[in-house]
């Protein structure tokens, strides 16, 4: 990697956000309440940090919200009466977020994904935060919405990570929670 001139060297973003709580005296958990709805350079994280600014909150900013995860139930006796089930879709699990007029897509691990959906972020404009199933349209999984199924996680998988969705592939592929 040094002969190739591709030698990066990283810091995992816990890290960075501990280093800016500690060199501020500020509260990590506060910093990390609205670290993922701020995009660099942080202006504005920096201008709290600093003592130039409000301190930015999620009533502002399209922050990522942790996920409840579900867990086994331990020794504990249940009606399945009292209990409805769903389809188990193969996608991804996001997060939707629309906050004064910004709308965020967030992955299960809080990467901001919006770049690679950007029709999902387009149709969400109601305040609020959705938790949901991200998919393609397709036929591999049944039908999912009255205008086909879900794709394969594979076809959804094409679409992940990218920064730039081309006309082609938002046509061929649309994404829907």
Known sequence: KMATGALRIGVSARLAKTALAQAFALDVEAVEEVWHGIAPPYTALFDWAEGRGDQPTSAD????????????????????????????????????????????????????????FPEVARDFATAGVLDGELMVKGDAQGAATEEGGAASFNALQQRLGRKVVSAKMLAEAPAFV
């Open 61 to 116: 900013v399209p922050v990522f919200r942790p996920f409840m995860l579900a867990h086994p139930l331990e020794d504990l006796r249940v009606d399945l009466a009292d209990y409805a089930a769903e389809w188990k879709w193969d996608g991804i699990r996001v997060q939707l977020v629309h906050v004064a007029g910004q709308t965020r897509l967030y992955s299960r691990t809080g990467d901001d994904i919006t770049a690679s």
